[in-house]
């Protein structure tokens, strides 16, 4: 009896073990794309969540709650702790990326593939750059990918 018994044992214990990869979130490639169409050349304004002027954090969260209906929260720290870190090379459309661009000062975008990401530059509004970019790479921190 214990023969018989254990292969099907040993099949659900190995099944129970292994871990399934965690599916992609609900995202619509190009979502974000459209919410840029809309905002592109917005200035930045510390503090500023409107089109008179916004910051980086109020530009990701507004474009997820637009996009997804997913509140985030204000600021580019208490964005850094949601979610699951994802590696560099796994970035997928729509991670949030964070750079550290002084001592204590942070700045986030959202992936858009290809090695682009859009975001509220000071001198430019809001624009895509390249995660490559000399300047933005030397300042790559972690990214984080939301489930909803």
């Known amino acids: 009896m214990f023969r018989t018994l254990l292969p099907p044992l040993l099949a659900l214990l190995i099944t129970a073990c292994s871990s399934t990869p965690e599916p992609p979130p609900p995202r619509q490639s190009g979502a974000f794309d459209g919410f840029y ?7 930045y304004r510390m503090g500023g969540t409107d089109r008179a002027g916004l910051d980086c954090s109020a ?13 985030l929260p204000r600021t580019t720290e208490s964005q850094a702790n949601l979610g699951k870190p ?9 991670d949030l990326v ?27 509004g ?9 300047y933005w790479n030397s300042r790559y921190w972690q990214a984080r990918r939301l489930t909803q």
């Open 126 to 134: 809001v624009i895509r750059s390249r995660l490559d970019n000399v």
């Open 86 to 94: 994802v590696d560099r090379y796994r970035l997928q459309y729509g």
């Open 59 to 71: 530009f990701t969260q507004l474009a997820y709650q637009h996009v997804l209906g997913f509140e």
């Open 98 to 124: 964070f750079f550290k661009t002084g001592w204590q000062q942070y700045h986030v975008g959202i992936y858009t593939g290809a090695g682009e990401f859009i975001h509220t530059s000071t001198s430019k």
């Open 37 to 43: 169409q809309q905002w592109r050349g917005v200035p």
